[in-house]
């Protein structure tokens, strides 16, 4: 068994669970699925998009517009702080300013992610990723469009693979793809123990 195997059976696994799977190169731009514009962006704007409709029906179409467009050019200064921020826009809704009729303002929060279950739920392997350098991790988990978890297997033949690797791999992704850790709140560093002989 090696990585590309072990890949394939987490995509047969998280296809069973109900999750759609595609390569990265379909959702990269000029892809089938067409995603995104620029390797640099993260966000499936199109999913994203279609799930705020979905989940907010009442907002203008240039309401939605402007939800889409604030989570998926979301940037922050401090990683830590920018996935704080993100985390509690996905847990409570995202902030959108509304003047109402009678001219005073409000704000609404916007839900990107249905607590109920009823999400887009996309598994893509080797989203290829342009920040400070080009990354590829291994599988990205999308709930409606939004990059959540990055998983990061290590070929279980070779003897110089552990989880120390993977976890080491996950902190390079961090600091030169860092637009993809804003959005995620769960990592996975995968090693399949090779059986002793």
């Not at 109900?18 to 499936?44: F, I, K, M, T």
């Not at 847990?91 to 279950?117: A, H, M, Q, Y």
């Not at 999308?142 to 959540?148: A, D, E, K, M, S």
Request: net charge negative; hydrophobic share 40%; aromatic share 8%.
């Amino acid at each position: 068994m090696n990585e590309n195997h072990l890949e394939a059976v987490c995509v047969d696994w998280l296809a069973g669970l109900g999750w759609a799977c595609l390569h990265g190169d379909a959702v990269s731009p000029g892809g089938e699925q067409a995603g995104r514009e620029r390797y640099a962006d993260v966000v499936l704007s199109p999913r994203l998009r279609d799930a705020v409709l979905r989940l907010a029906p009442e907002l203008a179409l240039t309401e939605v517009d402007d939800v889409v467009a604030k989570v998926a050019s979301y940037g922050s200064q401090s990683l830590v702080d920018g996935n704080r921020e993100m985390y509690d826009w996905l847990r409570n809704g995202v902030p959108l300013e509304r003047i109402e009729p009678d001219g005073r303002r409000s704000v609404l929060r916007v839900p990107v992610i249905d607590f109920n279950g009823a999400n887009d739920l996309l598994a893509v392997q080797q989203f290829t990723v342009h920040g400070q350098k080009l990354r590829r991790p291994d599988l990205v988990l999308f709930v409606n469009g939004l990059p959540l978890v990055v998983i990061e297997l290590k070929n279980p033949a070779d003897p110089n693979a552990d989880y120390e690797k993977a976890y080491h791999q996950i902190q390079t992704y961090k600091a030169d793809i860092p637009q993809l850790f804003a959005y995620n709140l769960l990592n996975v560093a995968k090693f399949t123990q090779r059986p002793k002989m």
